[in-house]
C-alpha cells in the first residue's frame, strides 16, 4: 500500500497572540523570557525512542519511553498483539500476530526492524532527541507555566505529530534554531557526528514535544552536573527525589549488605519529609545539592514522516544494519 507523504512538514503556523489561547500565550512569552535567560542548547542525554503510526496522512505516537531501538520494537509486538485482541478484520489480526512474533519470537532472534506496513497502517520505531538550554550558572529549571500531565499522557499516547499546530514566535524561533543543531564539535564521535549531520539534510524540520524533567546532584561547588533521576513534571520529579530517600536508598543499602543504621534510616526520612516540602527546583538535604532540570525534546521530520533511528542508535546496542 501506498502511503501520502506528510503534508507541509517543514511549515510553521505562526499566528497572533490574539489567535492563541491565554495559556498558549503565557507559554510562548515565557520561552522568549528563557531564551534571552538561557541562551545555548545542549544536548541532555542519550535521544529516547517512541512508537508511531501513520493512518492516512496523519502521524501519532503510540507510546515513548524506549532507551534502544530493540526495546521500541518489542513494545511495538505487545501493542501488535493487544490490538490484534480487538481487530474486527481478521485477516488484518493475523497479519499482526505475524509482525509481533517477527519482532519477539519465543525462539531465536528479534528481527531488527523499524518499519512495517500492516493494511492501511504504517508502524514505525522513531527517535526523540533531548536537549536543554543552559547559560553560565546552569541549565534551565522548570518554567512557571509547566504543569503537571495527566497519568495517561505520561509516554504521549495518542499524541498527534502536527507540524501546522499553530504556534506563537519564539516557539517558532526556536524550531527555527533546532533545524540546523549539531552536537558541540569534539562531544561525540566522528560517526555520530556525521550521523547528526545527514539528519539535518535527510529530516530538515523540527517539532517539539512536551517536556520532561531530570533531577541531578549539583557537586564540586557547581562543576559536576550529575544525572540523578526524574519525571513527567516538576512535581513528579520532587516525589521521585523524595522516594529515593524514603524507599529507594534504604533498599540499595540492603543489597550492599551494610543496611542503614537507625541514626542513618532517620536522616533519610528527614530528608524526604523535607524534599517533600520544598518547592524546588533546588533541594539542599544530607548535605546534598540537587535541582530539577527542564528537559526539553524534539523530533525530525521529513516529507516522509518523523525520523527513525540512526544506524550509530542500532550499533551501541550491538546490532550492525545491513549495508543499504
Known sequence: MAFPLMPFYDAINVVAYDDLGPDAVVRDRELGERIREYGKICPAGSPDF??????????????????EPASARYGLAAHLRRGSEREDDPALAR??????????????????????????????VIRIERFTLINKSGMEPPRASDVEPPRERHLLEGHLIDPLAPTGQWEAQLRLNLVTYLPPAGSVPPQIALEARHAVRSHPAV????????????????????PFGGGHGPLHARDWLAAYFSELLPRLREFQGSPGTEEEQASW??????????????????????RTVRVSRMLRLSTDGPEPPRPSDQERYGYVPPPS
Do not use: N
Not at 59 to 65: A, D, Y
Not at 96 to 124: C, F, H, N, S, T
Not at 271 to 290: K, N, Q, S, T, Y
Open 50 to 67: 517512541a512508537l508511531a503510526v501513520q493512518r492516512g496522512a496523519e502521524w501519532r505516537i503510540i507510546h515513548t519511553g524506549a532507551c
Open 207 to 226: 517539532v517539539l514535544l512536551p517536556p520532561e524533567y531530570t533531577i541531578v546532584e549539583i557537586r564540586d561547588g557547581g562543576r559536576s552536573w550529575e
Open 269 to 290: 526520612r528527614r530528608a524526604a519529609d523535607r524534599v517533600r516540602e520544598m518547592p524546588g527546583p533546588d533541594f539542599l538535604v544530607a548535605g546534598r545539592h540537587f
Open 95 to 124: 497479519a499482526m500476530l505475524r509482525v509481533a512474533d517477527r519482532l519477539d519470537p519465543e525462539d531465536g532472534e528479534q528481527v531488527p526492524k523499524d518499519e512495517w506496513e500492516i493494511g492501511d497502517r504504517r508502524y514505525r
